[in-house]
């Protein structure tokens, strides 16, 4: 079994690292996530300009690839042959929780969806952390949740064309309640235009 894990939040963020050490007690896991920062990035697909790839270190001194290019087309080239046949997709952990619209905004969600698109399954991972909270966040619970529903994926499988966003609740293992599939939901943005004169 040969896991991608990528993100959007770039290659030194501790939500990937700590996807990828629960990742490794399935099989062997290539790391491949943006060189910076793509969050809410969209599906973006690079076509204007080569896109370089770089080995780097993580902070538990395994080994990932980096790129210039979205989460998207780390997955593109992944799956294009940069790395060996990959057989699962796993995106994460994002810092807050992925729902309603931002699905379409979320690079750790379109990541997941390129994924589905060329035939491969495809799981995003988020964590649900508090509004406002200012402490390092702690990703092992949400960790253990992408696992146990990539190993479901393993052993099930997916229909065709469907990406699985996983929203992780901001608590320790054993105060998850379970799990529950449910449809997207709706949310109310209240954006506001910040107009300054320079």
Known sequence: MHILVTNDDGVTAPGLLALAQEMRKLGK???FAPDRNWSASGHVKTLD????VRETILADSSSALQTDGAPSDCVALALLGIT???DLV????????NISHDVTYSGTVTAAMEAVITGIRGIAVSLDSPEGYKSPLDYST?????RRVAEQVLADGLHEGVVLNVNVPYLKENELKGYMITRQGLRVYRD???????
Not at 49 to 52: A, I, K, Q, T, V
Not at 142 to 146: E, K, L
């Open 29 to 31: 896991v290539t790391v």
């Open 49 to 52: 300009h080569p896109l370089r």
């Open 84 to 86: 060996e046949k990959i």
């Open 90 to 97: 796993v995106s994460g952990i994002n810092p807050n929780a």
């Open 142 to 146: 949400a960790a253990i949740v992408g």
């Open 192 to 198: 506001a235009l910040d107009s300054r004169t320079d």
